[in-house]
């Protein structure tokens, strides 16, 4: 159950793109499309804002988007705003009832 | 709205024993799976536990297994984790999520609650 890998921080202006990425292996991230996505704003709780790999859930804004490729998902954030500045974290489900989350990425808007 | 509100962390001994409660209400709490996850300072979150919606049983991460109970009072709608055996490593945010769910599980967590501070400190 190592943790999954993500860049410890990146940034962009507003209008810009930025893609997370969330490397695992083959026992987690490589094997099930259940990868989820979640922001957390400081001293907040996190926040899901996107389920299994691709879908996000009712009154996630649409720039937010996920995908998945072998063993690596990835988040994008299409057009950063301001309120998009948070720390994120992906999870993914490892089986037997067990998940594992990645080390967290601190996404700044400049 | 589905509310969840953590309790019981603090500042204990190395070796000491702690338990965690977490009260929910919004949902029919008897009919979902509940999870802990933690958050170390500076550190991105790691699951810890998940019990089902009938506490018929709790899977566990391996740094916590052995040591770690988490159980369910469907009847006060309250979520537990018993932590034994604390060492500074278990230092951490502790928070409890609802699964989406009804009567089973699913690969993702709906709700959070805003969390629980437990240092391990001699």
């Known amino acids: 159950q190592s943790a999954l890998t993500q860049p410890a921080s990146m940034s962009g202006s507003p209008g810009q793109s930025i893609t997370i990425s969330c490397t695992g292996t083959?026992?987690?991230?490589?094997?099930?499309?259940?990868v989820s996505w979640y922001q957390q704003h400081p001293g907040k709780a996190p926040k899901l804002i996107i389920q299994?790999?691709?879908k996000r859930p009712s009154g996630v804004p649409i720039r937010f988007s996920g995908s998945k490729s072998g063993n690596t998902a990835s988040l994008t954030i299409s057009g950063l705003q301001a309120e998009d500045e948070a720390e994120y974290h992906c999870?993914?489900?490892?089986?037997?009832?067990?998940?594992?989350f990645g080390s967290g990425t601190q996404v700044t808007v400049l | 709205q589905v509310q969840l509100v953590e309790s019981g962390g603090g500042v204990v001994q190395p070796g000491r024993s702690l338990k965690l409660s977490c009260a929910a209400s919004?949902?029919?709490?008897?009919?979902?799976?509940m999870h802990w996850v933690r958050q170390a300072p500076g550190k991105g979150l790691e699951w810890v536990a998940l019990?089902?919606?009938?506490?018929?049983?709790?899977y566990y991460a391996d740094s916590v297994k052995g040591r770690f109970t988490i159980s369910r009072d469907n009847f006060r709608s309250t979520l537990s984790l018993q932590m034994d055996g604390l060492t500074p490593e278990d230092t951490a945010v502790y928070y409890c999520?609802?699964?989406?769910?009804?009567?089973?599980?699913?690969?993702?967590?709906?709700?959070w609650g805003l969390g629980t501070l437990v240092t391990v400190s001699s």
């Open positions: 999520a609802k699964d989406p769910k009804m009567g089973g599980y699913d690969s993702y967590l709906e709700y």
């Open positions: 919004g949902f029919t709490f008897n009919s979902y799976a």
């Open positions: 019990i089902p919606y009938d506490g018929s049983h709790g």
């Open positions: 083959r026992n987690d991230i490589g094997s099930y499309n259940l």
């Open positions: 299994e790999v691709t």
């Open positions: 999870c993914s489900y490892a089986g037997g009832n067990t998940y594992v």
